[in-house]
């Protein structure tokens, strides 16, 4: 028996099918939107990574510069303490520009006990002591945090 009107059936059908389709368009839409976010999060990291990358390799340098302390002469010593200092600032600065956390967790130094302060450097070895050893200390514990912080920018940033 064919009839030749719309059912109430059919208006249910309808509206159930556009529902459907209304759903999946849904479902599109969240989807395109979370891998956008996902992908502009994942930039930001790499481009995060890429600068905290280079300071790094800055504080390795200023690292496998240091002077041996018997050379007791200030006008010698300050330069490397100065560079050091002034690149825990600059680091420092980068991280606090993006996270606070990323921030404290580099300035965080406690555990220095763990630190070699025996230094192989133009074919000699010393132990870094007195002011320049502090510093170097701070050096290397602040290079340790970076490399945390670098490792795993996602926890941080």
Known sequence: ??????????????AV???????????I???EV????ESKHHSFLSARVLELSKLRSKGQR???????PMINNPQIIK???????????????ALRNHSERASSAFL?????????????????HFMVTGEIGEAYKQLLLQL???DRIINNPAAYF
């Not at 200023?62 to 041996?68: E, F, G, H, K, P």
């Not at 330069?79 to 600065?93: G, V």
């Not at 406690?110 to 192989?120: A, C, E, M, Q, W």
């Open 17 to 27: 099918e556009v529902l459907v389709v209304l759903l999946i368009l849904y479902e």
């Open 79 to 93: 330069p490397w303490i100065d560079a050091a200092r002034t690149w825990s600032e600059e680091t420092d600065a």
């Open 62 to 68: 200023i690292q496998a510069t240091v002077l041996d």
């Open 108 to 124: 965080l130094v406690t555990d220095g006990g763990h630190i070699d302060r025996v230094v192989s450097a133009h074919g000699r």
């Open 34 to 37: 979370r891998s956008r976010r």
């Open 29 to 31: 839409v969240i989807s």
């Open 144 to 146: 340790e945090n970076l």
């Open 1 to 14: 028996m064919v009839s030749e009107g719309v059912r109430p059936f059919d208006w249910v059908m309808l």
